[in-house]
């Protein structure tokens, strides 16, 4: 099972339990869903640091690919046309 959707199961059945007035087994199975969320939330914080760092590297390159593109102009040596009228 996906880990989204036993995420889910298990929500429902701690719901259950908890809806049922059943809290022993409520409050067994509460820390162990709570540690899956947080270790999951973690790793969410992490590729959204991580999709940061890209965006910022793209933006840097395309930074030093224009400032490329404008010194190989300024160094061109040919002559540039000139239209006749």
């Known amino acids: 099972m996906a880990p989204r959707r036993a995420w ?3 929500r429902d059945r701690l719901n259950d339990l908890l809806a049922a007035k059943d809290y022993q087994p409520y409050n ?4 162990g869903f709570n540690t899956q969320v947080n270790a999951y939330n973690g790793q969410v914080a992490q590729v959204r640091g991580l999709i940061e760092r ?19 102009k300024a160094i ?4 540039s046309t000139i239209d006749k009228q």
Request: aromatic share 4%; hydrophobic share 35%.
């Open 76 to 79: 061109d040596s040919r002559p």
């Open 54 to 72: 890209y965006n910022t590297l793209v933006a840097e390159r395309n930074a030093i690919a224009t400032e490329e593109g404008e010194l190989v």
């Open 8 to 10: 889910t199961v298990e």
């Open 28 to 31: 067994a199975g509460v820390p």
